[in-house]
């Protein structure tokens, strides 16, 4: 589970945290503001400090935030002096923008903001597209403006190049306050609310927000120009409104809610990715006339809402083509403010007690939620008491959760409270009197919080700002500038209300809410003379950048003391319980006791004999003749023991043919892999053994339910590892992969699999499931192993095994977590152009469907479509994919003159056809042994290749990868011990990457995002990252996709299937000098420590069908000869991805081969 | 690193390596050879003596075979005990092959409950298994199950399948990921009583099927066997009850509750003083865990089928 973090403000104006693995509130680090607001997202947390001015906190990452600014030097020929500076009069400036309309000098490009400081000085640019100038980055020209080239023609009079620099964003991990250089008159008066949403709406530029503010006027401004390199915008713009407004509220996507000073709700209409700021406002009128809304927040699809009385309101119907919503429903609780996070989930600061409450039960079908439970964890400071919460947990029953089923609830008694009033800290009293408040005020209507305070001296001179500013705001106070804000007063309006609200309120139906601090339950709160630092007092709560899911397990409810080994570590050091000295006993001791009864009775009879197990049960089968089609049938397992104790299975599966009964039968030990195929109405799988994975036909069952089939792949997978042998966490030198469905197997290397002779055929590698979802795995033979999602998420594997549906006895007890993944599925809309109507969705009878696959041979309805498989539901509705390869236009069209054909994305006069491409995102939850490696999202990874005999050990194990941003990445601090490293070390790149390898010396090869790669020089252990990119232009014509680096050799990928080896490499010319192209057919290439090479062979003709997507090992590659010929078959189809990486194993060569070897192959090290 | 599961499989294929002799007053027409068998720990000695009964039926004569019963050291053996518990409690210092004494007759009325087939031991199992899942998790995972899978359970017993029975067993020692353990911790404490301990014979409360008898005493204090007392008139069972109480495997504090902690609660005369000498063993499945060991982790992993965790407390050997 990624973690993530709560926002919260205390009364007094200080920022917390709370991580969702976390048991404690978290200072923020810069504690010299003091803040009124925070609105936070994944990446930042927006505020407004007491002085009214925004700041900015942008959480530190390994990956900078870096700008590329650009000028271009541009040349004219003339017969003096050859291309100097001196241009024609009706030419651009010699130092411009790409376009030359701009003049742009280098010593004139200033940085935007004091929170940037340069990279580096500005450099010539020497890559043009994909390859190098190698003439100082000139391209030339005819003329400008023109389309410039690399080559030096007669007739080329221009050439003009482009400088770089970089600046990089500096002020992370701290409130960066946001400059106003508009112009004075334009500046907005001081601000009085925020918001930041808007992350959903497009993915372009990266990291785009939408920030919305509220001054003290009422005015609302939108600021624009938010991104991830760009995290502060550029300028505040102002949005009109038909009245004032208070409070503002963005969700992650299309809804914005504001309130109006009388009570009612804005509704921002009109949203759009060409739009984000909206068109027009809509007005939604308060729940009932008497109580406006004060406060709202917006998620994805559902909208909250405080009124005036507190009352807590869920509005009904409301999604991205409703905005408004259909209607008000009354929710149970009061609070001052709400705040709807991610996922919709939902955080409040209860009126009573001030504490934060987070809504349990939200899903996206009961968006609802269920009940509000108190968050009671404590802060950094008030770890030591570990009674400090007890009160706050006394809020707990307050909205009748299971806390309160305890059953020795006794009387609250107000001697214990009002002298745990007189021994807290002033700051602690608040709570105290609300809860008084609750309790003895009920029904007395009109008691303010004047009259409390003077009964109690204390509270009074406690809190002299709170109640001096509840007569203040009795009346409609509205325009509360900062001068009549003393400073101290971080809170505004919301607070400002607070008396009348609980005047109003008539309190009926609160439980008694101190009954669970007599329960006893937690002693030590009670027997401490002196409890410090009661439960802290929340303004504000943001949960925009706190990602909780229907199915998290948050520890924010339970207070903790202490380590308890049960509780999860999310590092992956070893936990103390595997260590733990009774755990080793314990072990040790059952060892000896086998010895000891056993040892010398082995001769003696078992009282049970062993006999044969069988489990039976109908399943479907699909046939091996034609037609082909699932028949019913049943089968049995038998398992027995056989006279050496060894396990073995035999499956028989009897079917029905011409009224004749027949079976035909696999003993498991021949089978090579069991392979789950989920689709959308089938819970099948397929079982393979060597014969049947040449024929490319495996035996496929289908159970009727998802339970049902889990059981019996368990079941027979666990026959399948028994009968081999195979038991426990693979071994160091596995071979991974990985299917087209995400499935992970893993396969334990035999040493014969890279002999020279009688090697085995790759065909007859067992292959066992390991639980999770991964797109990519990278494995090193030190044990570490990385995945990639296909959300991109990195995860890290934890040495466990089992998960998914591998339960109880083919799992590890430990090392299994919750793992999920988020796909999309996509669909196309088809229209074709005629001369009446324009575009429709009419189209000739010979066309494609109008609704279909990319193909357009399948047809495709939004409302037929269903997630790829069962395991996967729905997260998002569908939305216009504007980032298909080709471009589109606004509205996310690509035109073409006719079905099939390549798409661009502008209308031409010859374009008859148009597309657009629809996702929708689907997610599963699955488990396995695998931890994220927050926060980073990955494209590609790679760790690096160890000899068997290489003594590595001591140093860290070299670790690249490459972000989905295309940013190239170096961890630090990986090891057995901690194969998920410490921290990123970001390598610069002048342009997005796509894949990285290393080599077993440290050569690290990369292929950028243009198709060329790139040979990266001094990497070593003590340089991890290296010191510059040397530029290696790709085969001629091809664009390279994928690199991966042997001992010696490199092989590359290009996005035509091509595979091409480096030839040329030498110590003294680790770059190589050419490309030579080995094999097509090839979707993905692993090259291991021993240059063995193993790549998925995009078709394979088996004798029964063909496969896509296939296992295959070169044959026949030796030291002189590292391309080798020929390929050999193994599992597959449906393989996505192999890493043959960790596997060092070899049969021990004999002495003159190791000469042989050593002595005169391509010696690299 | 070893893993957790591999200590389900070693408590499972426990095994004690067993003597029986035919008790030597029983009428034989010819001579009854001892039988050698290794019995599984976890099963019950009625549930895997098939082959002895058959054995010495046949150096029987056919009118005197009645229900056969066993005995160690004048210790009549509870078939409804776990055959490792009964071993550890009894006979845990003595050399092995364990050295039982078979009869068929005389049964001990007083002091063993009948065992006409091998459906009694199923309904003591089950009842086990039922009481022990209502502590951990109020019925619910017991009753949700349905009778096949309690029949699996049974069977895997039955027929020492470690497979079989934890597919279905594995579902019973689960527990929600909110909770940091069971509800409560099925455990059942028996203590053997030690030399030092007064022995009034005939005076303590006899409860059939509940407690186990003493039987280190020196010679000269030995009573007969109850099989023998009739003709004396005299009772002779000396035995304590178990120990079972409610326990719950976390403190509210929400630390994990060790062995200790159970042993301080229930059945302090257990734990040996810090200064003092150790006098007791504590013993599940033969082995000593140590006091720290987290009672949530020892009930998930050396329970017994029945889901109990039999723990046993023995004078500490003097050798």
Redesign the interface.
């Known amino acids: 589970m990624p973690t993530s973090v709560l926002w919260a403000v205390d009364l007094f104006g200080r920022v917390y945290t709370l991580s969702t693995a976390g048991q404690c509130w978290e200072l923020c680090k810069d504690v010299q503001m003091e803040f009124k607001r925070v609105s936070a997202a994944t990446q930042c947390c927006w505020g407004i400090a007491c002085d009214n001015q925004v700041y900015l906190y942008v959480c530190s990452s390994d990956v900078p935030i870096r700008h590329r600014e650009e000028a271009y030097e541009n040349q004219r020929w003339n017969p003096m002096g050859g291309f100097c500076e001196k241009l024609l009069p009706s030419d651009r400036w010699s130092w411009s923008d790409v376009s030359g309309l701009q003049h742009r000098p280098l010593d004139g490009v200033a940085l935007p903001s004091p929170h940037w400081e340069w990279e580096s000085d500005w450099y010539v640019d020497e890559n043009f597209g994909g390859e190098p100038t190698e003439k100082g980055g000139w391209t030339y020209a005819m003329d400008f403006p023109a389309t410039y080239t690399r080559d030096k023609k007669w007739n080329s009079c221009v050439r003009r190049r482009k400088w770089i620099r970089y600046r990089r964003y500096k002020s992370r991990d701290t409130w960066a306050k946001i400059p106003s250089k508009d112009d004075p008159k334009e500046l907005p008066d001081p601000f009085n609310d925020l918001s930041v949403g808007g992350w959903e709406i497009t993915e372009e530029p990266v990291g785009r927000l939408s920030v919305w503010a509220v001054s003290l006027q009422g005015k609302v401004w939108y600021r624009e120009d938010v991104s991830h390199p760009n995290p502060e915008g550029s300028s505040w713009s102002l949005v009109d409104t038909p009245g004032e407004v208070v409070q503002i509220s963005c969700g992650p996507h299309d809804l914005i809610w504001a309130t109006l000073w009388e009570g009612q709700a804005l509704v921002r209409e009109g949203i759009c990715r060409n739009n984000p700021k909206g068109s027009s406002w809509s007005i939604v009128e308060p729940p009932g006339s008497e109580n406006g809304i004060m406060h709202v927040s917006a998620g994805v699809s559902v909208v909250w809402a405080i009124t005036k009385d507190r009352k807590v309101w869920f509005r009904r119907g409301v999604n991205s083509h409703n905005p408004c919503g259909t209607s008000w429903i009354e929710m149970v609780g009061e609070m001052t403010m709400v705040n709807v996070g991610l996922n919709d989930q939902v955080w409040g600061i209860s009126c009573e007690d001030r504490a934060v409450y987070f809504r349990q039960g939200v899903t996206p079908s009961e968006l609802s939620g269920k009940t509000w439970k108190p968050i009671i964890v404590g802060r950094e400071s008030d770890r030591s008491h570990s009674g400090s919460s007890s009160s706050l947990l006394s809020a707990g029953c307050f909205f009748g959760d299971e806390v309160r089923g305890s059953g020795t609830e006794s009387a609250p008694s107000d001697t214990d409270a009002s002298s745990e009033v007189e021994r807290q800290d002033p700051e602690q009293v608040l709570p105290r009197e609300s809860v008084d408040n609750s309790r003895s005020l009920k029904g007395s209507l009109s008691k303010g919080p004047e009259t409390r305070g003077s009964t109690e001296d204390t509270l009074e001179n406690a809190c002299p700002a709170d109640s001096k500013k509840a007569p203040e705001a009795s009346g409609v106070d509205e325009c509360h500038g900062p001068a009549s804000t003393p400073a101290e007063l971080p809170w505004t309006n919301i607070d400002l209300k607070e008396p009348k609200r609980v005047s109003s309120q008539p309190s009926a139906g609160f439980p008694e809410t101190t009954g669970l601090s007599s329960l006893g339950l937690f002693p030590l709160g009670m027997e401490e003379p002196y409890v410090a630092d009661d439960h802290p007092l929340w303004a504000w709560v943001s949960g925009g950048g706190c990602a909780v899911e229907a199915c998290s397990v948050l520890k924010w409810f339970t207070v903790q003391s202490g380590l308890s080994p049960s509780v999860q570590s999310l590092s992956l050091s070893i936990t103390p319980a595997q260590t733990a000295a009774w755990r080793k006993q314990i072990f040790q001791q059952l060892t000896e006791r086998t010895k000891r009864e056993l040892e010398s009775f082995r001769h003696y009879e078992q009282a049970v004999e062993q006999s044969v197990w069988v489990k039976t049960g109908s399943l479907q089968w699909w046939c091996d003749w034609k037609p082909h089609k699932w028949v019913d049938v049943r089968v049995a397992l038998e398992q027995f023991t056989g006279h050496d104790g060894a396990r073995d299975s035999i499956l028989f599966i009897y079917y029905m043919i011409h009224e004749e009964k027949k079976y035909l039968h696999v003993f498991l030990n021949e089978v090579t892999v069991l392979v789950p195929v989920l689709n959308e109405a089938k819970h099948s799988f397929a079982l393979y053994t060597p014969e049947r994975t040449r024929q490319r036909w495996p035996v496929r069952l289908a159970a009727a339910t998802e339970q049902d089939m889990n059981d019996w792949l368990a079941l027979l997978s666990l026959s399948c590892c028994e009968s081999r042998k195979v038991h426990g966490r693979p071994s160091p030198q596995a071979i991974w992969s990985v299917t087209c469905k995400g499935d992970i197997f893993v396969s334990e290397p035999s040493p014969d699999l890279e002999a020279r002779e009688h090697l085995l055929p790759c065909d007859q590698m067992f292959w066992r499931q390991m639980g999770g979802h991964l797109r990519i795995i990278e494995a090193n033979s030190r044990g570490v192993v990385w995945g990639i999602g296909y959300d991109h998420t990195a995860w890290v594997y934890t040495g466990g095994y089992g998960g998914g549906c591998f339960q109880g006895l083919a799992s590890s007890t430990s090392n299994i977590y919750t793992q999920s993944d988020v796909k999309s599925v996509y669909i196309y809309e088809n229209q074709r152009w005629n001369p009446v109507t324009g575009y429709t969705s009419r189209g000739l009878p010979t066309d494609r469907y109008m609704w279909s696959d990319a193909t357009g041979l399948q047809e495709c309805t939004k409302a037929g479509t269903k997630p790829p498989s069962l395991q996967w539901t729905w997260v998002s509705d569908w939305y216009v994919d504007f980032s298909v390869p080709g471009g589109t236009d606004q509205e996310g069209w690509q035109y073409a003159s006719d079905f099939p054909a390549s798409y661009h994305g502008y209308k031409t006069m010859k374009d008859f056809v148009r597309r657009r491409c629809w996702a929708r995102k689907c997610k599963l939850v699955t488990s396995g042994p695998w931890l994220e490696v927050a926060p980073i999202a990955l494209s590609d990874v790679s760790i690096i290749p160890e000899s068997a005999d290489a003594d590595g050990r001591g140093h860290h194990i070299a670790l690249w990868a490459v972000s989905d941003k295309g940013d190239v990445l170096c961890r630090l601090g990986v090891s057995e011990l901690n194969p998920a490293g410490s921290s990123w070390l970001h390598v610069g790149t002048d342009q997005p990457f796509a894949s990285v390898s290393i080599g077993t010396c440290y050569q690290v090869w990369a292929v950028a995002r243009d198709g060329s790669a790139f040979y990266r020089g001094s990497v070593s252990p003590s340089q991890p990252a290296g010191d510059c990119w040397y530029h290696i232009p790709s085969p001629p014509k091809q664009k390279l996709t994928q690199v991966s680096v042997g001992q010696t050799s490199v092989y590359a990928l290009d996005e035509n299937g091509n595979l091409w080896y480096r030839a040329g490499i030498t110590p003294s010319y680790p770059q190589g000098s050419s490309w030579e192209h080995v094999s097509n057919n090839v979707r993905k290439v692993s090259v291991g420590p021993l240059d063995q090479v193993w790549v998925i062979a995009n078709k394979v003709q088996g004798s029964h069908g063909l496969s896509r997507g296939t296992v295959c090992h070169r044959m026949g590659v030796q030291p002189r000869e590292p391309k080798g010929q020929g390929w050999d078959y193994g599992i597959g189809g449906g393989w996505d991805h192999i890493s043959v990486r960790a596997n060092a194993t070899m049969v021990p060569r004999n002495v003159s081969r190791e000469q042989e070897a050593h002595g005169q192959g391509p010696v690299y090290c | 690193?070893?893993?957790?599961?591999?200590?389900l499989r070693?408590?499972w294929?426990?095994?004690?390596?067993t003597c029986f002799t035919l008790y030597q007053d029983e009428i034989t027409e010819r001579e009854a050879e001892p039988y050698?068998?290794?019995?599984?720990r976890v099963?019950y000695l009625t549930l895997?003596?098939d082959?002895v009964k058959k054995h010495f039926q046949k150096a029987l004569r056919q009118e005197d075979v009645s229900e056969i019963w066993f005995e160690y050291e004048g210790t009549p053996l509870k078939w409804h005990y776990p055959i490792g518990l009964l071993f550890d409690l009894l006979a845990s210092s003595s050399a092995?092959?364990w050295n039982i004494t078979v009869h068929f007759k005389s049964f001990p009325e007083k002091d063993l409950l009948h065992c006409p087939s091998k459906d009694a031991v199923e309904a003591h199992f089950m009842s086990c298994m039922k009481e022990a899942d209502a502590l951990k998790h109020k019925s619910q995972v017991i009753n949700e199950m349905q009778k096949k899978d309690h029949k699996q359970l049974w069977m895997g017993l039955?027929?020492?399948?470690f497979?079989?029975f934890?597919?279905i067993n594995?579902k019973l020692m689960e527990y929600p990921?909110?909770e940091?353990?069971f509800r409560y911790i099925p455990f059942r404490i028996y203590q053997k009583l030690g030399l030092s301990t007064l022995y009034y014979p005939g005076t303590m409360q006899t409860k059939v099927g509940l407690e186990l008898r003493e039987r280190d005493l020196p010679a000269s204090e030995r009573y007969l066997p109850a099989y023998a007392s009739p003709v004396l008139g005299i009772k002779t069972t000396t035995e304590r009850p178990f120990i079972q109480k409610l326990f719950r495997p976390?403190a509210?504090?929400?630390?994990?509750h060790t062995l200790g902690d159970l042993l301080k609660e229930v059945c302090p005369s257990a734990i040996t003083p810090e200064d003092g000498e150790k006098k007791n063993q504590v013993m599940i499945?033969?082995?000593?865990?140590?006091l720290?060991?987290?009672l949530?982790?020892l009930s998930e992993?050396?329970s017994y089928p029945d889901n109990f965790l039999h723990i046993s407390i023995v004078p500490q050997p003097t050798d």
């Open positions: 690193m070893t893993d957790d599961k591999d200590v070693d408590v294929f426990g095994r004690i390596p050698y068998l290794l019995l599984p099963s895997v003596t082959k092995l092959p039955q027929n020492d399948r497979d079989q934890w597919a594995r990921p909110e940091n353990g976390v509210a504090d929400g630390q994990l499945h033969g082995i000593e865990p140590m720290e060991t987290p949530q982790w992993h050396l």
